[in-house]
């Protein structure tokens, strides 16, 4: 269910209803399909994932965060990434962490100046960002700011924390948050039967072979430590008479 095979079942539903939108197209139609992806611990599987899109002539927005500690989307290895992504076509948004922000003008505030930074640093401009597990004030909040365009925006997302389950939404909303697809799963029958759709991908699930929730989890913890032990050895040789010892002590 989360392999790149997979994946592409669901582009291929997708480019040939003819509905797919980015957020700016969406404001002007009354139908479409948002694929969006909130990168939560890997630039890597995220930069993978884009290549999968690209291999069917598809393109998305990919949501990455100022403030994670999981990655640092500032380092050079990163900045080339996102710079590539953009220039084939990918929209690059903020993924905006509140952090325990609950103060709305703060948080309005905080999300412009993460925007500014960002595009500052990139090099290109910055025009959309999703919240990071947002809370029902935020939702209910429906955040808009001057061409800026939030992912949860009611334009894109119906909030109604009344709605019964299973209950028809002016946008249909699908996730994949924790490895489990709520909401219901993105198949043709999901997709066609509703006028509005936006699809919450995290690139750090998904995998060429697919691997359920634990397998999936043990991978990614490797491809950190192989990541980290890589930027130790790339910034100073300090320990590399250990490297050997820490390699065979880890557990693959």
């Not at 993978?48 to 500690?69: A, G, H, I, P, Y």
């Amino acid at each position: 269910m989360f392999s790149y095979d997979d994946y592409k079942k669901i582009i291929k539903i997708i480019k040939e209803s003819g509905r797919q939108a980015t957020y700016q197209e969406a404001l002007n139609k009354d139908d479409f399909i948002i694929m969006r992806h909130d990168v939560e611990y890997s630039v890597e599987r995220a930069y993978k994932l884009s290549k999968v899109e690209e291999s069917m002539d598809f393109r998305s927005t990919f949501f990455f965060q100022w403030t994670n500690n999981s990655y640092n989307i500032l380092s050079r290895k990163n900045r080339d990434i996102l710079t590539d992504m953009h220039e084939r076509g990918q929209e690059i948004g903020l993924h905006f962490a509140l952090n325990g922000m609950t103060d709305m003008n703060l948080i309005r505030d905080r999300i412009k100046q993460e925007i500014d930074m960002l595009s500052n640093m990139l090099g290109f401009e910055i025009t959309t960002f999703s919240i990071h597990r947002p809370s029902p004030a935020v939702l209910a909040e429906n955040i808009k700011l001057p061409g800026i365009i939030n992912a949860y925006q009611d334009e894109f997302f119906s909030f109604d924390p009344k709605a019964a389950e299973g209950a028809k939404l002016d946008v249909k909303y699908m996730s994949d948050a924790n490895h489990i697809w709520r909401y219901g799963y993105p198949d043709e029958e999901s997709i066609l039967n509703n006028k509005k759709v936006q699809i919450l991908v995290h690139p750090f699930g998904w995998t060429k072979e697919g691997y359920d929730n634990f397998n999936n989890y043990r991978t990614l913890i490797d491809e950190k430590y192989d990541e980290m032990i890589d930027s130790i050895d790339n910034e100073c040789k300090d320990f590399a008479e250990f490297r050997d010892k820490f390699e065979i002590k880890h557990v693959r």
